[in-house]
């Protein structure tokens, strides 16, 4: 036996739950670092590419969770979490179940619950930027320290940095999900501006640069807001809220004219309106932090 | 008379009406590097600190305009801008309007028109990153070439990177409102982000790391969206909208337990839910940028 068959043999087991895009990712950065993987899907066939490369196919989920003491679940939503893991509880007793799905703070909790009640190691988890089995690939992980700590070296072989946040199971989804309403909100706005500058004749790749840049711009502007916001002080000297206004109303107009809907811009708007009428206009925009509470008062919007 | 003087002494002049936090950066780039420069604000007394930088505070916007060829004009909106070129009007006549007012491409059109009945020579322009006197300044400019390659060595004055976009006067505020439309929806979404984290105990400085890497992921994405979009080809190989969708959800459902206004997202999750209605749910996330029409029919939504 040569040194590298050794390392490779003496590489945990993994089982993995779910052959969506991600789990297919999961169980093949799990096979290229020489991990004995056992994979099972509701759809066999998903299986397939992944046997090719040497995986077990399991043939339920009580099954393939036996083949491991390392469960890796990672499916569309909690709700199909819930329906495997309750199909295999009795196989999970004593093993360590590790919940990559996306999913909300109060869920992590309540399968934190489930998984105690049933004797189940749980570690909640959240695959920030999905780029598994490279560097790129940022994952957290809460729950117990020693479990974490255990199945670490495990959890490498998908790649890319890995962070445990502390034993309350909800941090890892609780940062998730602000990271992701981050994601998905600047995404939308960066293919709305695609929208209103296809509608003016300006094409996608003309505006490629200057949305890198601008993108750029609220990167460098992250930890001066984050500054304002910890401090509750928005100093407003260099731009402020009512020139914030002025200038959404310029883009929310443009884009209306353009036969295009304005809805994201237009609820950002709102918060920006809630803030001037609370006597915040000299406030820089970081103010808006405060804003987006949803017992907040409705403010009558002036027609725009 | 030294070199350097003669150098200063050649410098064009220039007038810079509306002294707001824009407008004052502006002069104050002009003064720097060496432009006589003749001031105006309708109050007068936000000209103080430039006149103790040596600017010619005029008394009116026509006498302001009178002491230079070059005039520019940033004040808060184009009504602003309206009125301040109708008292001046006269004055104006033969001399070359720069417009770095923020506005739409229809107004910029319109104040094209205006300029060229008054045979007063107009270019139209943006600033869209604010950093003037910086490299990390960014301006673009719409209206005759020949205007502007006369008037370019002076406007190199104000610092970072000037184009021009073209003869058509809409040009420049077309792609400000784009990258602009981009700029306050991701600004929001970060904003947003750090709302639903404080909800969950997380400090704002906590997720700054992790948030710039989510917008540096959004940079990366912007010429692969780009491609999808200008193909009109959306391959959801890797993700696709179904899971956009299931994604989205969950950052409305933690939002809403967190007690917080969920409207952004929520108008995001409507464009998702309009393309996968429409057939498109197989797609990558980039097939949305068709689904911002307002003539689209309204999907109705599932309760999220």
Chains 1, 2 share one sequence.
Not at 81 to 99: F, P, Y
């Amino acid at each position: 036996m040569t040194p590298q068959q050794a390392t490779r043999d003496d590489r945990a087991p993994v089982t993995v739950l779910g052959l969506g895009p991600m789990g297919r990712a999961l169980a093949g950065a799990f096979l290229t670092n020489g991990h004995r993987t056992t994979v099972w899907n509701r759809t066999a066939s998903k299986a397939d590419a992944l046997v090719a490369k040497s995986a077990i196919r399991a043939a339920t989920a009580a099954e393939a969770v036996a083949a491991s003491d390392l469960v890796i679940v990672c499916v569309l939503d909690q709700d199909a979490v819930r329906t495997i893991v309750e199909q295999a509880a009795e196989s999970l007793k004593g093993r360590t179940l590790v919940n990559l799905t996306t999913g909300t703070p109060e869920q992590a909790r309540a399968m934190a619950t489930w998984a105690a009640e049933r004797g189940v190691d749980y570690l909640d988890g959240a695959i920030v930027t999905p780029a598994i089995g490279t560097p790129a690939a940022r994952l957290f992980y809460s729950g117990p320290e020693d479990l974490y700590e255990a199945h670490r070296s495990t959890l490498a072989s998908l790649g890319g940095t890995h962070t445990h946040l502390g034993t309350d199971a909800a941090r890892a989804a609780a940062y998730d999900v602000s990271l992701l309403d981050l994601f998905w909100t600047a995404a939308t706005g960066y293919l709305h501006a695609l929208a209103l500058a296809d509608a003016q004749g300006i094409a996608a790749k003309d505006l490629t640069v200057d949305a890198q840049g601008i993108v750029g711009l609220v990167r460098d502007l992250i930890p001066v807001l984050a500054d304002q916001v910890e401090s509750r002080r928005y100093p407003g000297d260099g731009s402020n809220l009512v020139s914030a206004a002025a200038g959404i109303d310029h883009i929310i107009d443009a884009t209306k004219a353009s036969g295009l809907d304005a809805g994201v811009l237009s609820a950002a708007r709102v918060a920006v309106l809630r803030a001037i009428e609370a006597g915040h206009g000299d406030d820089s925009f970081a103010r808006v932090v405060e804003m987006f509470g949803s017992a907040q008062e409705t403010v009558s919007m002036p027609s725009s």
